[in-house]
């Protein structure tokens, strides 16, 4: 069975400041999809960023950039320059190629970014 | 604002009732996918649609129910509703391609008294 690692329940990083969330996931398959999903407090889920395992080039979008180590199976979220609206619960989701499209979802991790 | 709509944004019911959420894709999105967050299992999908047909099923109980009609918008039927089932009930969309990210609704709170 797929399974989504996040071992960080609770995260704080200061306004400005980068923060890195952890994520492992276990699989067999060779083609599958890696994502990142925001839940800020108004309960929405945000995609925050995507990324392809057969792409070498880790994924980038804004502030958001992450680092995938497919050997490793790992797929971490790096925010730079923290912002107040960035608190949030940060889920890490995997897909399978064959999967429909069925996301698994890690447990998350809440992120406090402080003034 | 994903596209997509889900209706309503809270229930509350009491037990052995039965509840009908409402979805509505995004523009183009032929894919519907429905999940649940709750505290203790986190969020788990539940079912797809595609194009009007079901895809693919989770962790679904056999109390719970879907459908996708002929203008892509789904509903999910809950019914003989248990405390158990209070949950953030979540609407997804795609276009149905493999690897495709999906856009999800607002969720609606279901709440059993």
């Known amino acids: 069975a797929q399974t989504v690692t996040q071992s960080q329940p609770e995260m704080s990083v200061q306004e400005a400041e980068t923060v890195t969330l952890s994520c492992t996931y276990d699989?067999?398959?060779?083609?599958?999809?890696l994502f990142w999903y925001k839940q800020p407090p108004s309960r929405q889920m945000i995609l925050v960023i995507r990324?392809?395992?057969?792409?070498?080039q880790n994924a980038t979008e804004n502030r958001f950039s992450v680092n995938f180590q497919k050997a490793a199976k790992s797929f971490s979220l790096k925010i730079s320059d923290s912002q107040l609206g960035d608190t949030a619960m940060y889920f890490c989701?995997?897909?399978?190629?064959?999967?429909?499209?069925?996301?698994?979802f890690g447990k998350g991790t809440k992120l406090s970014v402080k003034p | 604002d994903s596209g997509v709509t889900q209706t309503p944004k809270h229930l509350i019911t009491a037990t052995g009732q039965r509840v009908t959420l409402r979805c509505s894709p995004r523009?183009?999105?032929?894919?519907v996918y429905w999940y649940q967050q709750s505290l203790d299992q986190g969020l788990q999908f539940l079912i797809q649609?595609?194009?009007?047909?079901?895809?693919a099923k989770g962790n679904i109980l056999e109390r719970f129910s879907a459908q996708q009609f002929p203008d892509l918008h789904s509903e999910l039927n809950l019914s003989s509703l248990e405390l158990g089932d209070s949950a953030l009930y979540f609407c997804?969309?795609?276009?149905?391609?493999?690897?495709?990210?999906?856009?999800f609704g607002d969720g609606t709170r279901l709440s059993i008294l």
């Open positions: 997804a969309s795609s276009v149905g391609t493999a690897g495709q990210p999906q856009h």
């Open positions: 699989t067999s398959e060779n083609n599958y999809y």
């Open positions: 990324q392809e395992a057969y792409k070498q």
């Open positions: 989701a995997f897909m399978t190629r064959g999967s429909q499209g069925n996301l698994i």
């Open positions: 523009s183009g999105d032929l894919s």
């Open positions: 649609y595609y194009n009007g047909e079901e895809r």
